[in-house]
């Protein structure tokens, strides 16, 4: 079955400096998708990427999708307290169509 | 509005009894899903349902566990008999299709098997 990997499991960054977490998937997507889960809570929705080569910006977030639309990232730039979390990728397409596979998320922890 | 509705919170129980959780999606809302978040194998479908009929069952774990949903508006995901390695936090989450569209999770329900 489709299979999403993520890198890396865990991050700690000082207050400041960017982080990046990657998305891999051993087929093509339709769409990627990317949530974020404070610690004790559930999964918020983020962002969706559709297109090859697709670069959405949120502020200090950047998502990107590959041309190949099989890995994607994210980059967090100049990373706050708030940001703290765990940070999904959700993949959606081949044979998983309607329904996304999670990777195994990032763990974010920023120190001030 | 009201967002994805989940209950109980938290449950405790035996080994051996019957759990129900129940899911209140958010109306207008056509797909639910079912996961299981554990730490050693993070996030997993369970069970998904699209205009209340289930879609992918693949991930239910075994027999003992079953899901509903009878209408639009309520869904449950029933373990009998449970075990203590069901402990985990189930989420219920809605999407208005299936497809190309995000989900919304509820707060989850924290189960615990002793």
């Known amino acids: 079955g489709q299979q999403v990997m993520q890198i890396p499991q865990y991050q700690h960054v000082q207050e400041g400096e960017d982080f990046t977490t990657y998305c891999n998937s051993s087929?093509?997507?339709?769409?990627i998708q990317w949530y974020k889960q404070r610690p004790g809570g559930h999964p918020v929705f983020l962002i969706q990427l559709v297109k090859s080569g697709e670069v959405k910006k949120q502020k200090r977030l950047t998502f990107q999708f590959g041309e190949a639309k099989k890995n994607s990232s994210l980059h967090i730039t100049a990373t706050q307290t708030t940001d703290v979390g765990t940070y999904f990728c959700a993949g959606e397409g081949g044979t998983s169509y309607g329904k996304l596979t999670f990777g195994q998320g990032t763990i974010l922890t920023v120190h001030p | 509005d009201a967002g994805v509705i989940q209950s109980p919170r938290h449950e405790v129980t035996e080994m051996g009894q019957e759990v129900t959780l129940r899911c209140k999606p958010i109306s207008g809302h056509n797909s639910l899903f079912w996961y299981r978040q554990t730490m050693m194998r993070g996030l997993e479908l369970l069970i998904y349902?699209?205009?209340?009929?289930?879609?992918?069952d693949s991930g239910m774990p075994e027999d003992r566990f079953s899901a509903k949903m009878p209408n639009a508006s309520f869904s449950t995901l029933k373990i009998q008999p449970s075990e203590p390695r069901d402990s985990a936090v189930y989420f219920c989450a809605s999407s208005p299709s299936s497809v190309n569209y995000e989900q919304y999770f509820g707060p989850g329900t924290r189960l615990t098997v002793t």
């Open positions: 349902f699209n205009n209340n009929v289930p879609i992918d």
């Open positions: 087929t093509t997507l339709s769409n």
